[in-house]
Nanobody, 114 residues
Framework: QVHLVESGGGLVQPGGSLRLSCAAS????????MGWYRQAPGKQRELVAV?????STNYAESVKGRFDIARVGNTVYLQMNSLKSEDTAIYYC??????????WGQGTQVTVSS
């Protein structure tokens, strides 16, 4: 099992910044990719950004140039800049591990509003 604990969500004004953190514990040696998804009300969960075990990254088109994902040991960070109202969602940390296993965090709310 891999356990994920997220932090860093909150309320921010448009144009502002937030940083999300996700710390993994447990069988961390099995982790491949670490990333973030988000789900807005009435919408499907979507990929935001992912970082591989060799630090390769992939971003959703909607966040390219504004968000930055980084992985330090067993913690993954999502730096979110120039936030827009459409970034409002619950953000979930996700880990893919060996044997095609997936683990999810509990989710953290990000609200962008004036």
């Amino acid at each position: 099992q891999v356990h994920l604990v997220e932090s860093g969500g909150g309320l921010v004004q448009p144009g502002g910044s937030l940083r999300l953190s996700c710390a993994a514990s447990g069988r961390t040696w099995e982790i491949d990719d670490m990333g973030w998804y988000r789900q807005a009300p009435g919408k499907q969960r979507e990929l935001v950004a992912v970082v591989g075990d060799r630090s390769s990254t992939n971003y959703a088109e909607s966040v390219k140039g504004r968000f930055d994902i980084a992985r330090v040991g067993n913690t993954v960070y999502l730096q979110m800049n120039s936030l827009k109202s459409e970034d409002t969602a619950i953000y979930y940390c996700h880990v893919s591990a060996t044997l095609s296993r997936d683990y999810w965090g509990q989710g953290t709310q990000v609200t962008v509003s004036s």
